[in-house]
């Protein structure tokens, strides 16, 4: 099982976020803390099941002091299998030198920076509250203080992208210590800034196979439509377990989890989550069909792949027509998309 614990507060908004974070509720952050540790408490003990990994993710984890964290880990410490991988996201300008070392002496072993990019233009049009500099300072101190495992989050298809700008992105990231990347699409979310505003995108796929040519170059391989690692062993379990459909518990204001077939929803509100951490507001039981879709729409965009036991005969004949085409590649029962950006044609063709 995994484990996923939601951190809501940010120091700013950005133009393009959609997540739930807030930054005007700084004043509720131990109250919250100790609400979280309510909900955890109660659903390991429900569920009683190791943990592999654990992913805090926010909002802005760095917003909090590592002392509660290390509460956090005193109560999932039983249930953690040996060699876990836990990941914290942290925020350049919040992620000071002294945090991310009680971090690491805490145990978190894997720090997930949102940098978007190394230009201070790009930043300042995606409304971040850092700059070039502080990224590669927290990039610097991570390594320092002892953290192996560093992911770098960039946004990329911005208007202002171009092959120059991600190119001195990635001359920046090659002499960082960085072993994984993050590399996401900008998305016009309804709510944020951007959805207000004309011309922010620029949905090209040529400037994207450049970006992704470019990582290649620098060894770092594609595993997932977004996720880059430098090797097998840079790429992150706890994402793997997700497009794996591995059970997971959703612990915070705003997470999902998802166990026994049911996708289950806290209150986004954080007064109410505070008043009342053990309520989900939504439980959504997944059917059959729902299950296969969701898992041949992870297995397609990333290295985890489809089983082709899942597929009903008429499927299967046409899966037989694109391993021939060399859109699917065939391998111990499985089959892998050739390209995972074409994961939702191949799905959409398949009629799953
Ligand atoms: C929820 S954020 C949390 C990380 C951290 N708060 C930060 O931003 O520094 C995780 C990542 O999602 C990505 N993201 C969020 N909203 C997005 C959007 N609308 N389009 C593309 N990527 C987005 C960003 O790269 C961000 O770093
Ligand atoms: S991208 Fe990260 S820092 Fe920016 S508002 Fe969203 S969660 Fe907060």
Redesign the pocket.
């Known amino acids: 099982m995994l484990l996923y614990i939601h951190i809501p507060f940010?120091d700013s908004k950005?133009f393009?976020?959609?997540?739930n974070s807030y930054t005007s509720l700084h004043s509720l952050r131990d109250d919250y803390m100790e609400a979280l540790k309510i909900q955890l408490k109660d659903e390991l003990k429900k569920n009683a099941k190791k943990i592999e990994t654990i992913f805090i993710?926010?909002?802005?984890p760095s917003t909090i002091k590592a002392s509660k964290y290390k509460e956090v880990m005193e109560i999932v410490q039983p249930y953690l299998i040996d060699d876990s991988e836990i990941t914290i996201?942290a925020?350049p300008n919040s992620a000071s030198k002294e945090w991310l070392q009680e971090i690491f002496e805490i145990g978190i072993n894997r720090i997930s920076f949102?940098v978007?990019s190394f230009d201070d233009k790009k930043l300042k049009f995606l409304g971040r509250n850092h700059n070039k500099s502080q990224a590669i300072a927290a990039i610097n101190h991570a390594k320092e203080v002892g953290f192996e495992n560093v992911n770098c989050?960039i946004?990329y298809d911005t208007q202002l992208d171009n092959k120059e700008l991600l190119q001195n992105d990635l001359s920046i990231i090659k002499n960082l210590p960085v072993n994984h990347i993050s590399a996401?699409?900008?998305?016009i979310?309804e709510g944020t800034k951007f959805f207000e505003k004309k011309n922010v995108q620029f949905e090209n796929e040529e400037l994207a196979r450049f970006l992704f040519e470019q990582f290649s170059k620098l060894g770092f391989s594609q595993y997932e439509i977004s996720n880059f690692a430098k090797g097998e062993n840079a790429r992150s379990k706890h994402n793997l377990g997700y497009w794996q459909y591995k059970e997971y518990l959703g612990i915070g204001s705003g997470a999902v989890g998802c166990l026994n077939n049911e996708r289950l929803y806290t209150q986004n509100d954080v007064h109410k989550y505070i008043e009342n951490p053990l309520k989900y507001v939504e439980i959504e039981k997944l059917n059959n069909e729902d299950i296969l879709v969701e898992k041949v729409l992870l297995g397609f965009r990333s290295v985890v792949g489809v089983d082709v036991g899942l597929f009903n005969q008429d499927a299967k004949s046409k899966i037989d027509l694109l391993i021939d085409a060399k859109k699917l590649i065939f391998e111990n029962n499985r089959v892998y998309a050739a390209d995972f950006m074409l994961a939702d044609e191949l799905s959409l063709y398949l009629d799953i």
């Open positions: 940010c950005c393009y976020c959609a997540f993710g926010g909002g802005t996201e925020n949102g978007q989050d946004i996401y699409s900008l998305i979310e």
